[in-house]
């Protein structure tokens, strides 16, 4: 009688966990405003693809999951680029103008 083949059981190779992400909220207080956007490095500066939401009192928001990290950023408000009156950091950009930067902690 031949024996037979022992199987080895094979583990999943081992995945490395997803990426926490943090929420993120920006808000803009812009009650004249018909539209705003938010852009910047963590969306290819698209300003699609991060509109704000009006609410009642004039203030714009929204919120986006991000990586923890450092991400600069601007407003687009009625097609006008313009830097976050309240962050508290906002540096030169190439374009003689101010970036904002919003520092996502873990």
């Not at 990290?69 to 313009?82: A, L, M, P, S, T």
Request: proline letters at 9%.
């Amino acid at each position: 009688m031949t024996p037979k083949p022992v199987l080895a059981a094979i583990a999943p190779a081992p995945t490395a966990a997803a990426p926490k992400t943090v929420k993120a909220v920006f808000t803009l207080k812009a009650p004249a405003a018909k539209q705003v956007q938010v852009c910047g490095e963590f969306n290819g500066w698209q300003p699609g693809a991060a509109p704000l939401t009006r609410q009642a009192d004039g203030t714009w928001e929204t919120s986006i999951a991000l990586r923890p990290g450092r991400y600069q950023y601007k407003f687009v408000v009625d097609g006008n680029w313009i830097h976050d009156l309240n962050a508290k950091i906002n540096v030169p950009n190439e374009h003689h103008s101010l970036n904002s930067v919003i520092e996502v902690l873990a």
